[in-house]
């Protein structure tokens, strides 16, 4: 089962810059807002302030942007797991606008040690729930 | 001795909206710059995430908008203590373009207890250098 | 009638601070948010970037922090039309949690001309249609 | 000749989120800063807002992030252009404090038409400016 999430996002005027359109930095907030809830459908919440001894940060970014998003424009962004690996998990990810996708691109983000801030291997409970997403040809060993 | 403290801004992209202007919100972020570098010359840092037992967090904001700011504008942003009293500061800020105010307005920070969240009176020492800054009409007692 | 307009809010990381808060600053984004989708209510869109000869900028901002909301909080920020002048309108505003207000305020816009920026009276059956949201005692002649 | 732009960046409290670090999302910000800063020195400005018929947008965006910056930090953002094509430039970016890099990326941005938003090519001159900073062999034909 591959379990695409998506959450509807309204632009408004806090999101957008001078030049008429939404403010390419700010797709990013739309991305995690996707994967925030997403994540939140695994129990997981407050992630990247976790009182456990660790938390989620992001290690990488790459996104492509095609079509701009503009004020009042009702998008939608979407979350699916592509990737799990030791102490890592890998997102696809889109914002788009009917059926455009304006945004695509990839996230990684990595399970650190609190203290240290060293990668520290994923909860293997909340690994195998997260594997159960991906597709049995996504499945990282 | 009133001492008023003025900090250089430039405004980027991220600072505007699609009015063409500055998003008037992001002027509060110009404001606390240079509340912050007025601290730091009483030897405050990172007075919002304190390792002491307190912090500083805004507790009033009144501001006027008089004209807009735009993409590339050369700021000034002022920051001058108007107030010291148990537990609270006041500021009078601006920020101005040549010689135009664009916003002007006052700011009150509140010391509050870091694990109550409920106030608490200002360090003796730091409140004594902080009233020394004041006209003398202008001293709360 | 007093019509109060209430919109749901959660609290993303992009909205938190280092101090473990919601960065003060950006309960104005809420605010503004209710505000928008008040002023939809009335066929209003895009009233910052107006086709027409006119758009709305903010003028005033008057703000009262009273406790900090912290992430994955649900709030809800209101909007409220307390008095409508010649250029102006102004909105009693407020973000609560469960039955805890944190922040309540006043926020003037003013309708700016286009072209000069300078203040221009409201489009008249505008004006008649926000003047029949105010309380009797609440109008402004 | 290869030319590296680096920009001071102090972080403030507004960069921040809730981990105590700063916001991942905001660095993107910090790298658009020294962006706009070389590009000035091109004599290019307001350049996401040009009078002229076409203006820059941000096409592609790949960041990995190493370390995390903390509030107070004092960061440097630097941009050097990689490589120019017909209707783009690429940039190699950096983030980092003191002999660390936090994070490093490449940045594209490309020339649309202001009225159609279809990629045009790039102004003969100010290619000709930007290609000669590259290194010989970093010269797109």
């Known amino acids: 089962m591959t379990a695409e999430f998506s959450l509807p996002v309204r632009v ?3 999101d957008t810059d001078a030049g008429g359109i939404v403010y ?20 997981l919440e407050r992630a990247a302030v976790s009182d456990a001894g660790w938390n ?8 492509s942007y095609k079509e701009p998003a ?27 606008r009917d059926d455009s996708v304006l945004v695509a691109g990839d ?6 040690d609190r203290g240290t801030g ?5 909860d ?8 159960a997403t991906l597709a049995p040809t996504e499945k990282v060993t």
Chains 1, 2, 3, 4 share one sequence.
């Open 12 to 14: 408004y005027i806090e």
């Open 24 to 43: 390419y930095v700010n797709y990013l907030k739309y991305l995690e807002r996707a994967r925030t809830e997403l994540m939140r459908t695994f129990g």
């Open 56 to 63: 989620f940060v992001v290690s990488e970014v790459s996104l």
């Open 70 to 96: 503009r004020l009042d424009d009702q998008l939608r962004a979407t979350a699916v797991i592509s990737a799990v690996g030791g102490a890592t998990v890998n997102f696809h990810q889109t914002v788009s």
């Open 107 to 112: 996230i990684q983000i990595a399970c650190v």
């Open 118 to 122: 060293r990668p520290t291997r994923l």
């Open 124 to 131: 293997a409970d909340l690994r195998k729930q997260l594997e």
